[in-house]
């Protein structure tokens, strides 16, 4: 395993790996590893040594940090100042029963966004700027440490999602926001798929600020905070901020749905451990890595078609966050993955095979197939990154 210690280190080993044509896995802690097809590498090219907090002005909100700076010391950092990552980034070890420590290197180049994305945005949209090292091992700098700063704003929107595909991420600057005061959580039972889907439009469309909206079908409500959320079927809906504005948000969506649903509420707390659940997909974590499971993004409104179309065709288990916009999907038994990429191409969406056996993993691409002009601007792209091909190859497609 090839561990830089520092941009220099990590310039020389890149040229090195280019003059010898070796391939290289870029690899933070390992935790989102399992994620993708991915072409066995010469080496193993980790950013582990490459952290440490280089800047952070909590009056400003940027946050200046080192690819390799694990996640949890960049959140304890900005909570100290009572602000944090606004995008909730999802922590994936319970899908792959990983034990090591995600980074802020791998969130931002997975883009992993949680509950609040519909309303904050993804982890792109809080990237200001970065440094990374492309396949030629010439240092590149984009973006800046100020939120009004343009300069080369869309080459970190690039980088966030690449997986590692374009260059060696050394240095991100971000944004941090300040954290609610607290928190509360609106429970609606009873209701399926399709007047969960319509409670929520219909709840983000009143002025509450709704920071997070999901659906857990009876079939998996039970995995959630222990069994405490009342069923049949819990459809959830966050409100955060200061006490007051809580409580009054709290009472007007307690009013509007009462007519439809038996209404309860969660405190502060509880919000905070279901959506946690939530973000990070625990009611699949026991399957191991035996269960195919799949992460589909779609229109708000498409989501509960997509789980009943499947429902009726293979056995499948899921729930619907993001207003309904994002379905995971856990597969009783073979990945279907023809058979989900269909449905999703003909509903409008993207289907990520985030976890499958090894013999699965190998065989079906985990991102859905582009169009083949998007594919083939994708191509260049990544021959004006890397030209050899060398950063972890085949992991995208």
């Known amino acids: 395993m090839l561990t830089p210690f520092t941009e220099s280190d990590a310039i020389s080993?890149?040229?090195?790996?280019?003059?010898?044509?070796?391939?290289?896995?870029?690899?933070?802690?390992?935790?989102?590893?399992g994620l993708g097809r991915l072409t066995k590498t010469?080496?193993?090219?980790?950013?582990?040594?490459?952290?440490?907090?280089?800047a952070y002005n909590p009056a400003e909100m940027v946050m200046t940090v080192k690819s390799g700076t694990p996640l949890s010391e960049v959140v304890a950092a900005a909570a100290e100042h009572r602000q944090g990552l606004a995008f909730e980034p999802s922590d994936y070890r319970g899908i792959y029963g990983s034990e090591d420590e995600p980074t802020i290197g791998g969130t931002f180049a997975?883009?992993?966004?949680?509950?609040?994305?519909?309303?904050?945005?993804?982890?792109r949209d809080h990237l200001l700027g970065l440094r990374f090292i492309n396949g030629l091992g010439e240092a590149i700098q984009a973006g800046g440490r100020v939120m009004k700063n343009v300069t080369g704003l869309d080459l970190p929107k690039l980088m966030a999602g690449s997986h590692g595909t374009l260059g060696l991420m050394t240095e991100l600057t971000f944004k941090v926001l300040p954290l609610p005061e607290t928190s509360a959580t609106i429970v609606l039972a009873g209701l399926d798929e399709a007047a969960a889907t319509c409670a929520m439009a219909e709840a983000l469309a009143m002025p509450v600020e709704v920071s997070g909206a999901a659906h857990l079908p009876e079939s998996c409500r039970?995995?959630?905070l222990a069994g405490e959320l009342p069923g049949p079927g819990a459809t959830v809906l966050r409100l955060e901020g200061l006490g007051f504005s809580v409580k009054e948000r709290a009472a007007k969506l307690v009013a509007a749905f009462s007519r439809i649903a038996s209404v309860s509420e969660l405190d502060h707390q509880q919000t905070t451990s279901l959506w946690q659940e939530i973000r990070d997909a625990k009611p699949f974590h026991a399957d191991g890595r035996d269960r195919a499971l799949w992460k589909i993004s779609t229109a708000p409104s498409m989501g509960h078609q997509i789980l009943s179309a499947l429902r009726l065709q293979t056995g499948v288990d899921g729930y619907l966050d993001w207003q309904g916009g994002l379905l995971w999907l856990r597969m009783e038994a073979a990945p279907e993955s023809e058979l989900v990429r269909d449905l999703v191409r003909q509903a409008g969406g993207h289907a990520t095979l985030v976890r499958a056996n090894d013999a699965d993993r190998a065989a079906i691409p985990a991102f859905q197939p582009e169009a083949q002009a998007v594919a083939a601007l994708s191509s260049r792209i990544r021959e004006k990154f890397d030209p050899a091909g060398m950063f972890n190859p085949g992991r995208m497609g």
């Open 110 to 123: 997975c883009n992993l966004s949680g509950p609040r994305r519909f309303q904050a945005g993804a982890a």
């Open 222 to 224: 039970a995995r959630f």
């Open 42 to 54: 010469t080496e193993i090219l980790s950013t582990v040594e490459l952290k440490g907090i280089t």
């Open 13 to 33: 080993l890149v040229k090195t790996a280019s003059r010898s044509n070796l391939t290289l896995e870029i690899r933070g802690g390992g935790t989102k590893s």
